[in-house]
């Protein structure tokens, strides 16, 4: 600004020269002598720019700073208030655009393929208590008072069923502030397609062609769509809503779930699961919905400082119950260990109808380690549960959590976290209670700090809320699958092929260290996947 206000002072001050000169020769009579009435002065054209040019920067700098400090006012105004954008709206060009490089464009799919899934809920599995689950976009009911013994947030808290995030994400997108109608702009295209509901209505059925019937029309009806085809689906995404294994089996086979990850058309694609194959390449652990939905910053700090503050009489604790006849698993050990300690909190499985998330929580809460077995897979909504709790998950096999949440979970898992090789466990060679006693207090202190640093960012805040400054699991993923199209986008535009990520062995050691040259190296986790 300085050197342009020098040069605009200097055709200032030549233009005054100017004048006088015109002003002089005005004056003559016309025969040499010159009149003694001065002419009048009048501005020059620099001038009328000059003053333009500060009428100009008054007017931005009285819009930023008053909207600045509107914006920092916590109370709404009581009465309609003309601001002085009202009137003045500063240029396009002055203005950067939030949403730049973030615009997500959404289809809006025929209901087929997401409404009449929620109103179809009675299908699934038989069951009425999906249709219990699906309210309040895939939140479930809404839970007052703390729930059970006041273990969950007086607000913000719902029961919450652990396959209901294709809702959940469907109604954060829908609200979401970088939405664009124009597919050309965005930087993601999301297919709200509700697969998991889908896959829930035909788990091991035989008949194969009503099982997959509407996956291939999914694939169909986007292999047809100009913005499907303009980068061939490396662009966009699909939340299945439950793990991966339910979506991977082979058309032409008997198997749990369906084909729809198994469709050749359909492989550019990002998928977003609850839980990851370790072998396959396109899709991303995202964290099972818990039952804390915040709807502001300060609900967020009060339940961590709550959770920071909380009592834990208890050395370790389990929220689950047995699974089969067999005492030679990880499962059977914890309940069998667990049930002859004074130190470790127990919550078996309760009858049906019985469950409370509230119970859980509670237990949760009063431990200082929860432990982690394998659940329907080989992840647990509970370890999700056990962040929001403020309890240091305790892991045994690397599948669990390691190489499933790399996008919302720290590197280094020693950092928050306690593995204990479930071989150890199942054959009695290693006491769980004596592994977690012997861990010094101070760095007990340090792994809870970090896991209740981590909460927001596995919880799934309420679609509304507006004004938030953290960011949720929602957000976390959508940037990471942005900046997974853009480098596609960018390779395809140099004439190449963008690879993050191979199918096969060696899989899950690319997405952890993110080196081809790694991931033929001896890696700790080889013994529990590669045999």
């Known amino acids: 600004m300085k050197p342009f206000s020098r040069s605009l002072q200097r055709d200032l001050d030549a233009a005054a020269d100017d004048d006088d000169d015109v002003k002089q020769y005005s004056a003559d009579d016309g025969s040499g002598k010159q009149s003694s009435e001065r002419g009048a002065r009048r501005p020059s054209r620099l001038f009328f720019l000059a003053l333009l040019y500060v009428v100009f920067w008054a007017l931005v700098f009285y819009h930023h700073f008053s909207t600045s400090v509107q914006q920092s006012v916590g109370a709404a105004p009581t009465v309609l208030q003309l601001k002085p954008a009202a009137f003045f709206s500063v240029p396009r060009f002055f203005r950067r655009d939030p949403c730049a490089g973030r615009y997500v464009y959404m289809y809006d799919l025929p209901p087929r393929f997401n409404a009449d899934l929620v109103r179809e809920c009675r299908r699934i599995s038989g069951s009425t208590d999906v249709c219990k689950d699906v309210a309040n976009d895939g939140f479930g009911p809404s839970i007052t008072g703390g729930g059970e013994a006041g273990s969950l947030p007086e607000r913000g808290a719902y029961d919450t069923d652990q396959y209901m995030l294709g809702l959940i994400f469907h109604a954060r997108m829908r609200r979401h502030e970088c939405l664009t109608a124009d597919p050309a702009a965005a930087a993601v295209v999301y297919v709200p397609f509700y697969a998991g509901l889908d896959s829930a209505m035909h788990l091991g059925s035989k008949d194969l062609a009503a ?317 529990y996947i590669n045999t």
């Open 211 to 527: 099982r997959d019937a509407l996956s291939r029309d999914v694939v169909d009806w986007l292999a047809q769509r100009p913005e499907w085809r303009a980068m061939g689906g490396r662009d966009h995404l699909l939340v299945s809503g439950r793990g991966t294994w339910d979506f991977i089996v082979r058309p032409d086979a008997v198997g749990w779930g369906n084909a729809l990850m198994s469709f050749p058309a359909i492989l550019n694609a990002t998928f977003l699961t609850t839980e990851a194959s370790p072998w396959h390449g396109n899709d991303f652990a995202v964290p099972f919905p818990s039952h804390f939905h915040p709807s502001s910053n300060a609900e967020v700090v009060a339940w961590q400082d709550r959770m920071w503050r909380t009592n834990r009489p208890f050395l370790w604790g389990f929220a689950g119950g047995p699974r089969g006849g067999s005492q030679r698993t990880v499962r059977a050990q914890i309940i069998e260990q667990c049930g002859r300690s004074s130190r470790c909190a127990l919550l078996g499985v309760p009858a049906p109808g019985q469950y409370a998330p509230g119970r859980a929580m509670r237990l949760l809460e009063s431990a200082e380690f929860c432990v982690q077995p394998r659940g329907d897979g080989y992840t647990r909504k509970s370890t999700f549960d056990t962040i929001l709790a403020g309890c240091i998950p305790v892991f045994f096999h690397p599948i669990s959590a390691y190489l499933q949440y790399m996008w919302h979970l720290p590197r280094d898992h020693r950092s928050y976290s306690v593995f204990i090789p479930h071989g150890d466990v199942v054959e009695r060679n290693a006491s769980i209670e004596e592994v977690l006693g012997r861990i010094p207090a101070a760095k007990v202190a340090r792994m809870r700090e970090r896991v209740i640093r981590l909460i927001p960012t596995v919880l799934y805040r309420d679609p509304a809320a507006e004004g938030v400054a953290f960011k949720d699991a929602f957000d976390v993923a959508l940037e990471r699958v942005i900046d997974r199209v853009a480098k596609r986008r960018r390779a395809a535009a140099e004439g190449r092929e963008y690879v993050d990520s191979f199918d096969g062995k060696y899989s899950w050691k690319y997405d952890l260290l993110q080196d081809r040259e790694k991931m033929f190296a001896p890696h700790e986790f080889d013994p």
